[in-house]
C-alpha cells in the first residue's frame, strides 16, 4: 500500500517566523501535488513537482522534490496570517496500475499562524 | 486551469434518503473523478466518471450506493444513496486539465442525521 506520510501534523507559529512541511513515502511517484485548503472550501492546488531534485517557488513558499521522488518539502519563509490553512501532499499512483487520478493524499499539515 | 462549481454546497439529510451531488466545469474536460473526505480525514477517491459509459469505482465502493452520471465532457453528477450517518463527508468533484495538474471544485458538505 502506498502511503504519504506528512509532518508535522499540527504546526503553530508567530507571523515572521519560517516553517518546513514533509511528505515522504516508500513509493516513487510521477508526480507530486501540493494543496491548501481552507476550512469549508476544497482544496486549491499550489504546485506540481515532477522531477527529481525540482525546486519550484511560488513567492514565499518554496518546494522541493526528493532526488529519488519519494518525498517532497514545503518551506514557508515570513509566514503571515493568510498562510493559515490545511497543506495536502498528494502523490499520482497511475504509473503504479492505480487509476489515473487517483491521487494518494497525506493527512495534511494543520497550519496556524498567528499574527 | 479549471474553474469547478458543485451543488449543493451543503445540506442535512434524512438516513434512509438520496442527495444527487452536481458538479459543473467551465471547459470540457476527460477525467473528472469524485473524492470523499470524511470528517478530519484526507481525501479518498470515490470513482472516475467516463463519458458516455459506466463509472470506474474504487475498492470499497459501489455503483448502487454511489451511482455517477457524465452527460457529458462539463457535468457529472454522484448520488449518495440510502443515506446513513457514517455517510456524513465533504465530497468533491475533480478533474485534471494535463498531464499532472488536478484540481478540486469548493466541496459538498453532507451531514446525515
Known amino acids: 500500500t502506498q502511503l504519504l506520510e506528512q509532518s508535522p501534523q499540527f504546526l503553530s507559529i508567530q507571523e515572521g517566523e519560517n516553517l518546513t512541511v514533509y511528505c515522504n513515502s516508500s513509493s516513487v511517484f510521477s508526480s507530486l501535488q501540493w494543496y491548501r485548503q481552507e476550512p469549508g472550501e476544497g482544496p486549491v492546488l499550489l504546485v506540481t513537482?515532477?522531477?527529481?531534485?525540482e525546486v519550484k517557488k511560488l513567492k514565499r513558499l518554496t518546494f522541493q522534490f526528493g532526488d529519488a521522488r519519494k518525498d517532497s518539502s514545503l518551506h514557508i519563509t515570513a509566514a503571515q496570517p493568510g498562510d493559515t490553512g490545511l497543506y495536502l501532499c498528494a502523490g499520482d499512483s497511475s504509473n503504479y496500475g492505480g487509476s489515473q487520478g487517483n491521487l494518494i493524499f497525506g493527512k495534511g499539515t494543520k497550519l496556524s499562524v498567528k499574527p | 486551469s479549471a474553474v469547478i462549481s458543485q451543488k449543493p454546497s451543503r445540506d442535512i439529510c434524512q438516513r434512509g434518503t438520496s442527495l444527487t451531488i452536481q458538479c459543473q466545469v467551465d471547459s470540457q474536460v476527460t477525467m473528472m473523478f469524485w473524492y470523499r473526505q470524511q470528517p478530519g480525514q484526507s481525501l479518498t477517491l470515490i470513482a472516475t466518471?467516463?463519458?458516455?459509459?459506466?463509472?470506474?469505482?474504487e475498492s470499497g465502493f459501489v455503483i448502487d450506493k454511489f451511482p455517477i452520471s457524465r452527460p457529458n465532457l462539463t457535468f457529472s453528477t454522484l448520488t449518495v444513496s440510502n443515506m446513513s450517518p457514517e455517510d456524513s463527508s465533504i465530497y468533491l468533484c475533480?478533474?485534471?486539465?494535463?498531464?499532472?495538474?488536478?484540481?478540486f471544485g469548493p466541496g459538498t458538505r453532507l451531514t446525515v442525521t
Open positions: 475533480s478533474v485534471r486539465t494535463g498531464v499532472y495538474e488536478q484540481y
Open positions: 466518471a467516463n463519458q458516455g459509459s459506466e463509472a470506474t469505482y
Open positions: 513537482v515532477v522531477t527529481g531534485g
